[in-house]
C-alpha cells in the first residue's frame, strides 16, 4: 500500500485584502489548485495527489494584484502517519488572512 492526500476544500473566514482574492496551494512542489475566494466562502477542491516519500509539504500563497506580489500565507506537512478515517484540518492565519484546508490521507493500492 501507498499512501496519497485527498485535497477536500478551503473555506475562507477572512480575506487579506477586502472582498475576493487570488490564492493557490501547492503539494511537492507543484500547484495543485488557484482561483478566487472571499471571506465566509468555501471552494472544493477535489483534488487526490500521491505521497511520494513519508511526508508531503502543502503550501498556501496569496497573489496581490495588480503587482502580482506573491505572499506566502502558510506551510503544512502531511504525514503518511495522519492516516485515519475522517478528515483532518489545517489553518493558515496570516497577515491578516485566516483559511482552513480539509484533507484526509489514503491508503492506496499500489
Known amino acids: 500500500m501507498r499512501n496519497a492526500v485527498e485535497f477536500l476544500d478551503l473555506s475562507c473566514a477572512e480575506t487579506k485584502e477586502s ?19 472571499g471571506s465566509g466562502m468555501t471552494r472544493e477542491i477535489g483534488t487526490i495527489k500521491v505521497m511520494p516519500e513519508a511526508t508531503g509539504i502543502v503550501k498556501f500563497w496569496h497573489v496581490d ?5 506573491v505572499t506566502t500565507l502558510g506551510r503544512h506537512t502531511v504525514r503518511q502517519l495522519d492516516a485515519e478515517p475522517g478528515a483532518m484540518s489545517v489553518r493558515f492565519a496570516n497577515d491578516g488572512a ?13
Not at 19 to 37: A, D
Not at 65 to 69: Q, V
Not at 98 to 110: A, G, K, N, T
Open 19 to 37: 472582498g475576493e482574492e487570488e490564492v493557490s496551494l501547492g503539494f511537492g512542489g507543484v500547484t495543485l489548485w488557484s482561483g478566487r475566494i
Open 65 to 69: 494584484s495588480p503587482g502580482r506580489t
Open 98 to 110: 485566516d483559511y482552513s484546508l480539509s484533507y484526509r490521507v489514503l491508503q492506496i493500492p499500489e
